[in-house]
């Protein structure tokens, strides 16, 4: 079982940066492709980015220059740094961990995006 724990989001003016972080338990951290969702009220759940165990990134096209997905193995964390933040950008993000056989869901955190 991987507990996934997510932080960081909060309220942004258009324009503005943040970064989520997102904690993992266990030991196997280094063998999962991690990935940040997001899911916007009234929308379906995005794939926003993801890394591989080796640091292979993949991004969604209305992201990609502007947020950048990073992992520290040693810490068990993954990172998504969200610059130039746009009021589309406004929904709530999770955390994903898939491994061998089943994947685990963080539970959220709130990023809105608002003058």
């Known amino acids: 079982q991987v507990q996934l724990v997510a932080s960081g989001g909060g309220l942004v003016q258009p324009g503005g940066s943040l970064r989520l972080s997102c904690a993992a338990s266990g030991s196997m951290f280094s063998i999962y492709i991690m990935a940040w969702y997001r899911q916007a009220p009234g929308k379906q759940r995005e794939l926003v980015a993801s890394i591989t165990p080796s640091g292979s990134t993949n991004y969604v096209d209305s992201v990609k220059g502007r947020f950048t997905i990073s992992r520290d193995n040693a810490k068990n964390t993954v990172y998504l740094q969200m610059n130039t933040l746009k009021p589309d950008d406004t929904a709530v993000y999770y955390c994903?961990?898939?491994?061998?056989?089943?994947?685990?869901w963080g539970q959220g955190t709130q990023v809105t995006v608002s003058s």
């Open positions: 994903l961990a898939n491994g061998p056989g089943r994947s685990y």
